[in-house]
């Protein structure tokens, strides 16, 4: 089955790096996706990684998977208040060639504080 | 390159009328996915279309249908509208199963 779990909530002052974790059930996910969302406004994609990588780096960020454990990270390096926002994971499963639909999780509020 | 935009940006329904939402996709892109995100919730999957063919779909019952259009853009259409209808629609665009890229949505309320 597909079930994508988050914390809820996450506080850090700016400057210090945030952590944001997600779990993920179906073992045959492709791709895993962090979207970010401010107040109002879509979702923003972040960053993706391929199931058969263990680490991604993209400026401040890096994705860390643990196929093993079915555990996923996002860690913001030198967080800001612009990073304050609903930070979601998604999973994608094999579908076809024409594109893969996205299950998420309940989202991550991270909260800077200055 | 434009990006997926999404109209309108707010509406309000009452209960038992039907909505249509609109979507154009960024630009090369060929799939369409709609995903309805309730307050304080993360987004579920509708259905997506490719090449005009509605290509999945997730548990949502049959009033909600959708098309595609030869130019790749969508429309959302919900029938009888139900309270518990009231969310964020979000439409996303993709090519040929790269990462979806979303629009700002539409925020549906029913009274």
């Known amino acids: 089955g597909e079930d994508v779990e988050q914390s809820l909530f996450l506080s850090v002052r700016e400057g210090d790096s945030s952590v944001i974790n997600c779990t993920y059930t179906?073992?045959?996910?492709?791709?895993l996706y962090w979207y970010k969302q401010e107040p109002g406004a879509g979702l923003q994609l972040l960053t993706y990684i391929f199931s058969n990588m263990d680490m991604k780096q993209d400026q401040r960020l890096t994705v860390l998977l643990n196929k093993k454990d079915k555990h996923l990270s996002l860690r913001i390096a030198d967080t800001q208040t612009g990073d304050s926002a609903i930070y979601f994971c998604a999973e994608t499963l094999p579908q076809n060639n024409a594109g893969n639909m996205l299950t998420f999780g309940g989202g991550t509020r991270l909260m800077v504080k200055p | 390159e434009t990006g997926v935009t999404q109209s309108p940006t707010h509406l309000i329904k009452t209960r038992g009328q039907q909505v249509t939402l609109r979507c154009s996709s960024q630009?090369?892109?060929?799939?369409v996915s709609w995903y309805q995100q309730a307050l304080g919730q993360g987004p579920q999957f509708i259905f997506q279309?490719?090449?005009?063919?509605?290509?999945g779909r997730g548990n949502f019952p049959p009033r909600f249908s959708g098309l595609q259009f030869p130019n790749y853009s969508s429309e959302l259409n919900v029938n009888a509208l139900e309270l518990d209808d009231s969310a964020l629609y979000l439409c996303?665009?993709?090519?040929?199963?790269?990462?979806?890229?979303f629009g700002d949505g539409t925020r549906l309320s029913i009274l």
């Open positions: 179906d073992s045959s996910s492709t791709y």
């Open positions: 996303a665009s993709s090519f040929n199963g790269q990462p979806q890229h």
């Open positions: 630009s090369g892109h060929n799939t």
């Open positions: 279309y490719y090449r005009e063919e509605e290509n």
